[in-house]
C-alpha cells in the first residue's frame, strides 16, 4: 500500500468552464494547503451527471468515471456555492447520486467509503454557510465519510453586496487560517485511516 495520499475535490458551481469560480478557488487553496498529497479536481458542471440514485443511471452518464476518482481518493473535497441560503443544484445532485453508496460494501462489509475523509467548502455572498455544512456533514458521514474537527472552510461576503471570493485582492485572514486547519485535520485524519483502517463489518 501506498503512504501518498490523494485527494480530488469535486466543485459544484453552476458556471462551465473557463468561466472563473469562487468556489474553485477556495477548494484549490484546500487542495495547496495539503503538501505531499496528490490532487485533482472535478468541476462537475462540466460532465454530464444524470439525475437518480443508482451508481450509473446509463445512457451516457459520466458520473461512473467521477465516482471512480472519489473511491480511489484518500480525502474529498466537496465546495459549493450558496445560493438563496442554500447550497447548489449541482451539489445537491451529486448528493443523491453518493445516495447509492448505501449500497455498496468492501471485500470486508464495510461501506464503499469507509476510510475516506471529506472537508466542505462553502462560499457566497449571503448567509447559509452554517446551514449548508450542516447538510454537508450529515450527507456525506450517512453515506460514509468521515468528517474532521472544523472539516469546513468557508467564506461569506457582506449582505447585499455583489463582491465575490474570486474578487477579493487577498485571502482574508480567518478563511486562510480555517482552510489551513480543515486541510491539515483531514491529511491527519487520511493518515490515520490509512493507517489502521476501521474494523470489518460484523453484519
Not at 473535497?77 to 438563496?84: H, R, Y
Not at 450527507?139 to 474578487?167: C, H, K
Not at 480555517?178 to 463489518?201: F, I
Amino acid at each position: 500500500m501506498s503512504d501518498v495520499l490523494r485527494a480530488v475535490a469535486l466543485v459544484w458551481t453552476l458556471s462551465p468552464s473557463p468561466t472563473e469560480s469562487s468556489s474553485e478557488k477556495l477548494a484549490r487553496q484546500v487542495l495547496d494547503a495539503m503538501p505531499g498529497v496528490e490532487s485533482t479536481l472535478v468541476r462537475v458542471v462540466d460532465h454530464d451527471v444524470r439525475p437518480g440514485v443508482q451508481l450509473d443511471m446509463g445512457d451516457g452518464d459520466e458520473w461512473p468515471q467521477i465516482r471512480r476518482q472519489v473511491a480511489e481518493a484518500d480525502i474529498l473535497v466537496v465546495a459549493t456555492p450558496t445560493w438563496l441560503g442554500q447550497h447548489s443544484s449541482v451539489c445537491q445532485r451529486v448528493l443523491e447520486r453518493l445516495d447509492a453508496e448505501l449500497s455498496e460494501t468492501d471485500d470486508h462489509g464495510r461501506p464503499s467509503m469507509f476510510g475516506t475523509v471529506a472537508v466542505g467548502v462553502v462560499v457566497g455572498n449571503e448567509d447559509g454557510a452554517h446551514h449548508i455544512t450542516g447538510v454537508l456533514y450529515q450527507a456525506l458521514s450517512d453515506v460514509g465519510f468521515t468528517i474532521p474537527a472544523q472539516g469546513v472552510t468557508y467564506w461569506n461576503g457582506e449582505a447585499m453586496q455583489g463582491t465575490d471570493y474570486r474578487d477579493l485582492g487577498g485571502t482574508p485572514e480567518k478563511t486562510a487560517g480555517t482552510t489551513a486547519v480543515a486541510a491539515a485535520n483531514a491529511v491527519h485524519l487520511a493518515r490515520l485511516l490509512k493507517a489502521d483502517p476501521y474494523p470489518p463489518s460484523s453484519t
